[in-house]
């Protein structure tokens, strides 16, 4: 493989459930996306629709013979789909966050979802993690991240190279007992990360030269620095994002943001992965 996730999604053509909910003003993205995914042969969707309020909305969907699911509890309904296998993988799409992700974790026996998110530069691919505010507290959560992180470009064809970062430049030690215990943490996690036998280098708050320096894997302090990274480079800069995959699950989940402009990208990665 080439690390061309598009040849992949192409090449699988993984059935896909994707989230709709009809009420919130994303639903005709998420519904033009599963269209488009459809034409293009990215993936076969299966919207997982919220009541049937949205049936006029997926009057071409349905027209050139897509498939869709009415349920009054759509997020379990999606993830019932995924766990007994109705489909090899689902996205989030604009269902809500605080139904569906307990569901998850619930039905998957599993604290946190430890989400990986791929971004495109452009030029090539570049995974970011962790993204969830409440992931990555903990140095063996950064840990197994990195090590999925790994395993998820493997299955994608890309290269790993993982930066680690931190809250200052590796010589700004002593101007601030905060950066100090970051750069502190930052340490411990590199020298814990060899002893798992993952390579990686320190970058301090470096990010752009992590990058220009062609790290494949940004692994950032914690989930509310990734995050807040997640939406500078996406929701400000415009940057393209495949969603988030939950590389906890043993089901492929592509998790996404309500204030995407498409849910192409997610369909896509769940597919090639599906």
């Known amino acids: 493989m080439t690390g061309d996730v598009y040849a992949l999604a192409k090449e699988r053509n993984c059935k896909v459930a994707i989230g709709l909910d009809p009420a919130q003003p994303s639903a005709e993205r998420v519904a033009n996306s599963a269209i488009f995914a459809a034409r293009e042969r990215y993936a076969r969707p299966v919207l997982v629709t919220q009541g049937r309020v949205g049936a006029p909305l997926l009057t071409d969907y349905i027209g050139e013979g897509n498939s869709a699911v009415y349920a009054e509890d759509a997020p379990r309904a999606l993830v019932e789909m995924l766990n007994e296998g109705v489909v090899d993988a689902a996205v989030r799409g604009n269902l809500g966050f605080r ?66 970062l931190s809250g200052g430049r590796l010589e700004d030690r002593g101007r601030s007992e905060r950066v100090d215990r970051m750069l502190d943490r930052s340490k411990a996690l590199t020298e814990g990360l060899r002893q798992a036998s993952i390579e990686s280098e320190e970058y301090g708050i470096e990010l752009e ?35 988030a995959y939950a590389s906890a699950l043993p089901k492929v989940y592509v998790d996404t943001s309500r204030a995407k402009g498409s849910y192409l990208l997610p369909i896509i990665l769940a597919s090639a992965l599906g």
Do not use: H, Y
């Open 209 to 243: 030269r992590a990058i220009e320096e062609g790290a494949t894997m940004i692994l950032a302090p914690d989930g509310v620095i990734g995050n807040i990274i997640f939406r500078s480079l996406v929701l400000v800069g415009n940057t393209e994002s495949f969603g």
């Open 99 to 164: 139904t569906l992700v307990p569901a998850l974790k619930q039905t998957f026996g599993t604290r946190s979802l430890q989400r990986i998110t791929l971004l495109d530069l452009g030029s090539r691919k570049v995974m970011l993690a962790p993204v969830g505010i409440d992931e990555g507290d903990e140095k063996r959560d950064l840990i197994a991240l990195a090590s999925n992180g790994r395993a998820l470009a493997k299955r994608l064809g890309l290269p790993f190279r993982l930066a680690v």
